[in-house]
């Protein structure tokens, strides 16, 4: 029987006694938004009838890093809407143009930039917002930031339109933001939250808004303005076709001498539909969906590590309403469903009420196999289906309660995933935060054999680090028909404008899974609290100065002690849009477990201190110039051998905007860990990026990602790596985006590889691919 060990929701909703209330205030601001006849030419000029009767805005308040002080330029705001759009023009004033900061540059990539945009929350009811903004180049980028999590992604991408135009007095910027883009009530009459947003990029980088914003308050979008009118507004008939062709002719063969090359050459046609069933009820669909990835991820280091990697969703399908599905722990992870042959997903928003629905199958099964000390990745040669709902409803501003469900599901495999959670907020301060989740599990009788350290992976008693047939994943995945177990999270925050503190429990059991999200780690417990004091000097060149620290202790579920450690740390932002933080860390935590036929931890292993110091900072000394980097020096402990060693980490970056439409992106990684009998590793990762951005809708990039490693093999006790080995995977892409479904690519990668066996680099793999889509909008 699964015990119940949450906080009850009961006491949550008797807390909550206010009537439901919007979140925007029109005494922060309000405007009226008239519906006019006819639409405008989005051209970057404001020459037609329309804009003479539009509504006027001033961006008139800098709320960072001044505090709601007199913004230091003149920005004006026009809006009107028709029944199918909203339409905005900025008339950005600069009193020295020649040093507004903008670049051609990809979608979403334009932070930094001088940029001007709006925040519309159309429900008004401090839950999500759209965030759209647009550089003096015409680049876009949008957003969705949630508050239930507390996060902002600009992973979403909706198709509207704009225009730049850089005048003698600074920058105008043109807008049309179709409906059939957001969710909205139904109704004759709208009431909006909305924010009207300069970034006004020089010495500092200035935010700046059409009103003020308390710092006291940790909610910013229950501080949004109100925005009436909008009457009559409809999404018209909100349906996107979107046919796609893949065409790929992938070659591979093994990395040995004289090996013959595997070559494939595959066609996928897909289609995809979107179709806005009521402006806050959206349906999609896909047959055969191109779940292609085009542009490689950024490099990581994975080395001295137990962990599996996590890297993010960057696929349309998945991504459009993700938010809908997100709770406060991460069980809703869609890049666990690799290829399907179908999806589909509903989302609605209805009054106080949200709802999510997803459907897809797999041709494969991937899930993650997690445990309390390291974690790796499973694979079922088998097509799975997966279905995810969710249900939520808010109670005005202080009270949000909700729950999930997702389920994956193959031959003699299955995890379903229940979750209940709260979010409350009594006061602009403070924030509790409860989830509860359970999980029922079934493995095939057979999985544990695809982490066995040996042919016959039969546990050895007392076998030591060299001659352990078994380790953890294999324990974790030696299951005999299903089993169950929960997980539970509580957590306090307090924020304001000077101070804030967590207070945090979580509890996963050793049995909990969930496999379509990304957990990976059960069989613990942990405890964190820390407080932090934050001032904003008004003279000098720190505008922003942070002084925080925390403790947490970790144990298994047998009450084990995994982990304990304490930080303290500084943070500061200044001139030259500089940030940097430091920080030293002190902890105790287990290595490796002697005994591979063994969960347990006390007896089986041996706890280590460890002290280290970090730092990271990026400062943009001028428009073309962007630096960064990120150093570790200090004790860590050596995985392979069960020992403590010191680390450096030294991983330096640069953006050059080497033209207003030449970029170079270069990173590096160096890490190397030393041990009392020499240099166990040295290891170096280098991610080079150039592009050219022919115009706002071509480009040409030019990738590289070389990973490096050297090991002395005679300092392994229990293995025989490689002592050299070298990777170098290599990407050129031709794209035209009209916008960011109607796009073509073509395209070349390559992957390479050497190590001890063969000791320069040979290629393994090599793919020529294209991609046409095109967003049919009916």
Same mark, same amino acid.
């Given at each position: 029987?699964?015990?119940?060990?949450?906080?009850?929701?009961?006491?949550?909703?008797?807390?909550?006694?206010?009537?439901?209330?919007?979140?925007?205030?029109?005494?922060?601001? #309000?405007?009226?938004?008239?519906?006019?006849?006819?639409?405008?030419?989005?051209?970057?000029?404001?020459?037609?009838?329309?804009?003479?009767?539009?509504?006027?805005?001033?961006?008139?308040?800098?709320?960072?890093?001044?505090?709601?002080?007199?913004?230091?330029?003149?920005?004006?705001?026009?809006?009107?809407?028709?029944?199918?759009?909203?339409?905005?023009?900025?008339?950005?004033?600069?009193?020295?143009?020649?040093?507004?900061?903008?670049?051609?540059?990809?979608?979403?990539?334009?932070?930094?930039?001088?940029?001007?945009?709006?925040?519309?929350?159309?429900?008004?009811?401090?839950?999500?917002?759209?965030?759209?903004?647009?550089?003096?180049?015409?680049?876009?980028?949008?957003?969705?930031?949630?508050?239930?999590?507390?996060?902002?992604?600009?992973?979403?991408?909706?198709?509207?339109?704009?225009?730049?135009?850089?005048?003698?007095?600074?920058?105008?910027?043109?807008?049309?933001?179709?409906?059939?883009?957001?969710?909205?009530?139904?109704?004759?009459?709208?009431?909006?939250?909305?924010?009207?947003?300069?970034?006004?990029?020089?010495?500092?980088?200035?935010?700046?808004?059409?009103?003020?914003?308390?710092?006291?308050?940790?909610?910013?979008?229950?501080?949004?303005?109100?925005?009436?009118?909008?009457?009559?507004?409809?999404?018209?008939?909100?349906?996107?076709?979107?046919?796609?062709?893949?065409?790929?002719?992938?070659?591979?063969?093994?990395?040995?001498?004289?090996?013959?090359?595997?070559?494939?050459?595959?066609?996928?046609?897909?289609?995809?539909?979107?179709?806005?069933?009521?402006?806050?009820?959206?349906?999609?669909?896909?047959?055969?969906?191109?779940?292609?990835?085009?542009?490689?991820?950024?490099?990581?280091?994975?080395?001295?590590?137990?962990?599996?990697?996590?890297?993010?969703?960057?696929?349309?399908?998945?991504?459009?309403?993700?938010?809908?599905?997100?709770?406060? @722990?991460?069980?809703?992870?869609?890049?666990?469903?690799?290829?399907?042959?179908?999806?589909?997903?509903?989302?609605?928003?209805?009054?106080?009420?949200?709802?999510?629905?997803?459907?897809?199958?797999?041709?494969?099964?991937?899930?993650?196999?997690?445990?309390?000390?390291?974690?790796?990745?499973?694979?079922?040669?088998?097509?799975?289906?997966?279905?995810?709902?969710?249900?939520?409803?808010?109670?005005?501003?202080? @009270?949000?309660?909700?729950?999930?469900?997702?389920?994956?599901?193959?031959?003699?495999?299955?995890?379903?995933?229940?979750?209940?959670?709260?979010?409350?907020?009594?006061?602009?301060?403070?924030?509790?935060?409860?989830?509860?989740?359970?999980?029922?599990?079934?493995?095939?009788?057979?999985?544990?054999?695809?982490?066995?350290?040996?042919?016959?992976?039969?546990?050895?008693?007392?076998?030591?680090?060299?001659?352990?047939?078994?380790?953890?994943?294999?324990?974790?995945?030696?299951?005999?028909?299903?089993?169950?177990?929960?997980?539970?999270?509580?957590?306090?925050?307090?924020?304001?404008?000077?101070?804030?503190?967590?207070?945090?429990?979580?509890?996963?059991?050793?049995?909990?899974?969930?496999?379509?999200?990304?957990?990976?780690?059960?069989?613990?417990?942990?405890?964190?609290?820390?407080?932090?004091?934050?001032?904003?000097?008004?003279?000098?060149?720190?505008?922003?100065?942070?002084?925080?620290?925390?403790?947490?202790?970790?144990?298994?579920?047998?009450?084990?002690?995994?982990?304990?450690?304490?930080?303290?740390?500084?943070?500061?932002?200044?001139?030259?849009?500089?940030?940097?933080?430091?920080?030293?860390?002190?902890?105790?935590?287990?290595?490796?477990?002697?005994?591979?036929?063994?969960?347990?931890?006390?007896?089986?292993?041996?706890?280590?201190?460890?002290?280290?110091?970090?730092?990271?900072?990026?400062?943009?000394?001028?428009?073309? @110039?962007?630096?960064?980097?990120?150093?570790?020096?200090?004790?860590?402990?050596?995985?392979?051998?069960?020992?403590?060693?010191?680390?450096?980490?030294?991983?330096?970056?640069?953006?050059?905007?080497?033209?207003?439409?030449?970029?170079?992106?270069? #990173?590096?990684?160096?890490?190397?860990?030393?041990?009392?009998?020499?240099?166990?590793?040295?290891?170096?990762?280098?991610?080079?990026?150039?592009?050219?951005?022919?115009?706002?809708?071509?480009?040409?990039?030019?990738?590289?990602?070389?990973?490096?490693?050297?090991?002395?093999?005679?300092?392994?006790?229990? #293995?025989?790596?490689?002592?050299?080995?070298?990777?170098?995977?290599?990407?050129?892409?031709?794209?035209?985006?009209?916008?960011?479904? #109607?796009?073509?690519?073509?395209?070349?990668?390559?992957?390479?590889?050497?190590?001890?066996?063969?000791?320069?680099?040979?290629?393994?793999?090599?793919?020529?691919?294209?991609?046409?889509?095109?967003?049919?909008? @009916?």
């Amino acid at each position: 029987m699964i015990k119940v060990r949450f906080l009850p929701l009961a006491l949550l909703v008797s807390a909550y006694c206010s009537s439901y209330a919007f979140a925007g205030e029109t005494s922060q601001f #309000s405007i009226q938004i008239p519906t006019i006849e006819g639409a405008v030419d989005i051209d970057g000029d404001f020459n037609e009838s329309q804009w003479q009767q539009a509504a006027i805005a001033t961006i008139d308040f800098e709320t960072n890093p001044g505090e709601n002080i007199a913004a230091p330029v003149q920005t004006q705001v026009k809006i009107f809407a028709t029944q199918s759009s909203l339409f905005l023009s900025y008339t950005a004033n600069d009193p020295d143009p020649q040093q507004i900061r903008a670049n051609l540059s990809d979608r979403d990539s334009v932070w930094g930039d001088d940029l001007v945009g709006i925040k519309l929350d159309t429900f008004n009811d401090a839950r999500l917002a759209y965030q759209f903004f647009v550089n003096a180049y015409g680049v876009q980028m949008d957003s969705i930031e949630n508050e239930l999590t507390g996060s902002e992604s600009d992973a979403w991408d909706g198709i509207w339109y704009s225009a730049a135009k850089q005048t003698e007095s600074g920058y105008q910027v043109e807008i049309e933001l179709p409906l059939r883009v957001l969710n909205f009530d139904p109704k004759d009459r709208q009431t909006w939250g909305i924010e009207f947003i300069r970034f006004y990029p020089r010495n500092e980088e200035h935010r700046l808004s059409s009103h003020q914003i308390d710092r006291n308050n940790n909610c910013q979008l229950c501080q949004l303005g109100v925005a009436t009118g909008l009457e009559n507004i409809q999404q018209g008939n909100d349906l996107q076709i979107t046919p796609s062709l893949v065409l790929n002719r992938n070659g591979q063969r093994p990395h040995n001498a004289n090996s013959e090359w595997d070559n494939d050459n595959n066609i996928e046609p897909s289609l995809d539909v979107r179709w806005g069933i009521t402006p806050n009820t959206l349906l999609s669909a896909t047959i055969n969906p191109d779940f292609s990835q085009v542009e490689a991820d950024a490099g990581q280091l994975d080395i001295n590590s137990t962990f599996a990697l996590f890297y993010p969703e960057k696929r349309a399908f998945f991504l459009d309403n993700k938010d809908y599905f997100d709770t406060h @722990l991460n069980l809703l992870h869609t890049r666990n469903i690799g290829a399907p042959d179908y999806g589909l997903k509903l989302t609605s928003k209805v009054g106080d009420h949200t709802f999510a629905t997803l459907i897809t199958d797999d041709t494969h099964t991937n899930f993650l196999v997690p445990g309390n000390l390291s974690s790796d990745l499973a694979n079922i040669d088998k097509k799975s289906h997966n279905f995810a709902g969710r249900y939520r409803l808010d109670l005005g501003k202080p @009270l949000s309660i909700g729950a999930l469900v997702t389920a994956k599901k193959s031959d003699d495999y299955h995890n379903y995933v229940t979750s209940v959670d709260a979010k409350y907020q009594p006061t602009d301060s403070d924030t509790f935060i409860a989830q509860y989740v359970v999980s029922d599990t079934q493995y095939p009788t057979d999985l544990f054999k695809e982490f066995c350290n040996s042919d016959d992976c039969l546990p050895k008693q007392n076998c030591n680090l060299n001659d352990c047939g078994v380790n953890e994943r294999v324990l974790r995945t030696q299951k005999l028909g299903s089993f169950s177990d929960d997980m539970y999270l509580l957590s306090y925050q307090y924020e304001s404008r000077n101070w804030d503190a967590l207070a945090q429990y979580i509890s996963i059991g050793e049995d909990f899974r969930a496999d379509l999200g990304f957990v990976d780690q059960v069989d613990f417990n942990k405890f964190v609290t820390g407080a932090g004091y934050t001032w904003y000097p008004t003279s000098g060149f720190f505008n922003e100065v942070r002084l925080s620290g925390d403790w947490d202790i970790s144990h298994n579920q047998a009450g084990d002690k995994l982990e304990q450690e304490a930080e303290a740390r500084v943070q500061v932002n200044g001139q030259w849009q500089s940030y940097a933080t430091f920080g030293v860390v002190t902890r105790d935590r287990v290595g490796r477990r002697h005994n591979g036929a063994s969960l347990a931890i006390d007896g089986n292993t041996q706890m280590f201190s460890e002290t280290m110091g970090w730092f990271y900072g990026n400062i943009k000394p001028t428009r073309t @110039l962007f630096l960064e980097v990120d150093v570790n020096y200090g004790d860590d402990i050596d995985f392979a051998n069960d020992q403590l060693g010191t680390r450096v980490k030294f991983n330096p970056g640069v953006n050059w905007k080497i033209t207003d439409s030449i970029e170079m992106d270069l #990173s590096h990684v160096y890490r190397t860990l030393d041990v009392d009998e020499g240099r166990l590793f040295t290891a170096n990762l280098s991610d080079l990026r150039l592009s050219w951005y022919i115009d706002i809708h071509n480009f040409i990039r030019v990738s590289s990602v070389y990973t490096d490693i050297e090991r002395d093999t005679s300092l392994y006790k229990y #293995s025989t790596p490689n002592a050299q080995y070298q990777q170098l995977g290599n990407e050129v892409l031709y794209g035209y985006k009209l916008n960011p479904q #109607s796009v073509f690519y073509l395209g070349y990668s390559d992957g390479l590889k050497a190590d001890d066996a063969i000791d320069s680099l040979m290629k393994t793999e090599e793919t020529y691919f294209m991609k046409l889509s095109y967003a049919w909008l @009916l």
